[in-house]
């Protein structure tokens, strides 16, 4: 997905990554029917850094403190590694 906008192989899976983080954390704050001050109390961060997350704005969030917000929303990141597959 990223690649077809021009982004590289590694970018992009380090992308995709972060969104599929971002995604799964904005669907548990919906879930909670958290609003955002509530959820900056929870995750120990600003309100303006709960709307950032909730507007998916990806270049402000790293793959490691997504990995701290997941925690702190009871979420757990997990490994999935698999291999590419090739169409050549």
């Given at each position: ?24 954390l904005i669907a548990e704050i919906e ?10 109390r929870r995750m ?45």
């Amino acid at each position: 997905m990223f690649e077809d906008v021009g982004f590289s192989a590694d970018e992009a899976a380090h992308l995709q990554i972060r969104a599929a983080m971002m995604t799964r954390l904005i669907a548990e704050i919906e879930s909670q029917g958290l609003t955002q001050a509530g959820t900056a109390r929870r995750m120990g961060i600003t309100q303006p850094r709960v709307s950032g997350l909730m507007r998916g704005k990806l270049h402000l969030f790293s793959i490691d403190t997504l990995v701290v917000l997941l925690s702190k929303m009871g979420l757990r990141a997990s490994e999935r590694a698999s291999q590419p597959s090739y169409n050549g």
